[in-house]
């Protein structure tokens, strides 16, 4: 279970440079936007900086009562107000245009990303914690390096110009107030360590509350089919509970960063101006309007950038905690790919064999040196106990994972020597739970073949005897599915999945236990469809219920990761192996069904 978790608990550092400079790549394509956001907000930082210096003056001014003066700083006052509002007014114009292109690109990129990545990667991690990754941390990564690096730069730069306006004016007075900054230093020293930690905690349990949601969403029906609803509450509570508390405590982590930074800059700065400066307006050193000037300079130049560089390292954190999961998943390569040599598959006729193959998921072995030929247009079953390796069989031969050790050949090829996408186009598979997506039923059948007309999806329908059933749908082929098809029975959702299969017109068809949902009405009208959807097709069946496969022409037995026995029907029954013992018990187990349902 540890595994599950890895991605969430990863100790990086309060800020890793690589991972920064990998944030900056989605920035680059959006040099324009990223200049305008850059000018506009150094003509704010300017604009703030002049005007300190203005109110000075016009204190200077009024002194002397100068009133022309006057009447030109308030005009030049009047310009540079009308200046800021422009530069405010274009600053968030470009930055909400420059995040929402980040935000789409990272999307773009995490998304197609997660789509080419082996079925391997999705083994251990939870969909809610995979959803997590686009939508939370995404955000989290954008504040950081569109508004909240822009804003760090301004703010330095202000900082700065103002340090060098008041040097000009005082050097004494400035000198005595710089004596603050070590201090502050190790406050925020001591502030990030604590912040790391904070921050990281609250992205992990955020994550958590996500896939607990995502958990319960997706098996709503088993949820309330055994009652859990107060179970699932009291998981939910506590898992939002440790989420609220973690969140707390990164706010009082920055809450009292925050008033230090008040404290020393702010009422300890102010007082050394005072202190220091009211002297020097006594002795003439030092005009009043400057002094008016210097605590301007302290309270809106020196403690606003401050804050606001600690809420960029706050908002830091959390976003190098999302980058860390970020770039974990875009730096994870498939474990399934292309050669650099690969060649496209051509047309498939059918032919399949299994040399020697071994396979392991991680260090437990699954399949051992199993080995089989079928020609093209035969139909092979695979039964067995669950976990004998079944499934694993076929995945190899979509090549959804590839062979510890051994070949899995087609026509005579190597499936690890093409193209996964021509290989894949050529094969079709119907799974026991069959996954129905959002739209209409035309749009699921139509699924794995783009180009079909509305007469071939009718067609493919019919052939699987689903046509009926979806005319009396209310809008019938455009009647809406809903999440997961909860609107349909089992068996019609298995039938709309063969009529997707059918369309699809695969060389190489799999049906993964797909009639074990389906019920024996329905199971008897699709038998003959099944007939023409597998003829001319190399068919492979991982049958539940052995009577739907006695005209295989191969069936073999799949036991601890073996072919413990191969042949047809007749042939297993005669050998009295353990095809003869599945049999027999599931002959029983109907027998006994169909006699309580006759009771009944």
Known sequence: MAQQFFDDEVAGKAFDARLARKSVVFVLPHKLRLFWALLAILTVSAVNLLLPKIVGRVVNEVGI??????????ISLIGLYFLRWMADYALTLNLSMLGQNVIYDIRHTLFNHL???????????????????????VSALNELITSGSLVLIADA??????????????STLSLRLFTLFPIILVGATIFRGQARLAFREVRRKQATVTATVAENVTGVRVVKSFSREGENLRRFERVNKENQQAAVKARVVGAAFF??????????????????????????????????????????????????????????QSAMAGAERIFEIMDTEPTVKDKPDAITMPMIKGAVEFQN?????????????????AKHGDTIALVGPTGAGKTTIINLLGRQYDVTSGSVK?????????????????????LQDSFLFPGTVKDNIRYGRLDATDEDIIVAAKMV????????MPDGYESRIQEGGSNLSSGQKQLVSFARALLANPRILILDEATSSVDAHTELLIQDALRILLEGRTSFVIAHRLSTISE??????????????????????????LYRKLYDAQFKYENISEALEAES
Do not use: W
């Open 65 to 74: 009562k100068n009133i022309q003066a006057l009447m030109a700083i308030g």
């Open 115 to 137: 789509q080419n990545l082996s079925l391997s990667f999705f083994d251990n991690r939870e969909v809610g914690r995979i959803i997590a990754r686009l939508t939370s941390d």
């Open 157 to 170: 730069l202000t900082v700065v110009g103002a340090i060098v306006i008041m040097y000009r004016m005082n």
């Open 259 to 316: 008033v230090m930074i008040e404290v020393l800059a702010g009422g300890l700065g102010m007082c050394i101006v005072y202190f220091y400066g009211g002297p020097l307006v006594k002795s003439g050193a030092l005009k009043p309007g400057d002094l008016v000037t210097f605590a301007l300079y302290v309270d809106r130049f020196l403690i606003v950038p401050i804050r606001n560089t600690s809420q960029f390292y706050y908002s830091m």
């Open 357 to 373: 193959v071994n396979f392991a998921y991680g260090e437990t072995p699954i399949l051992k040196n199993v080995n089989f030929k």
């Open 410 to 430: 087609v026509d005579g090829i190597d499936v690890r020597d093409v193209t996964l996408n021509s290989l894949r186009t050529q094969m079709g598979i119907v």
């Open 465 to 472: 005897g689903a046509h009926d059933f979806i005319l009396r």
């Open 552 to 577: 295989a022409d191969c069936i073999m037995v799949i036991e601890a990761g073996r072919i413990a026995e191969s042949g047809t029907h007749e042939e297993l029954l005669n050998k009295n192996g």
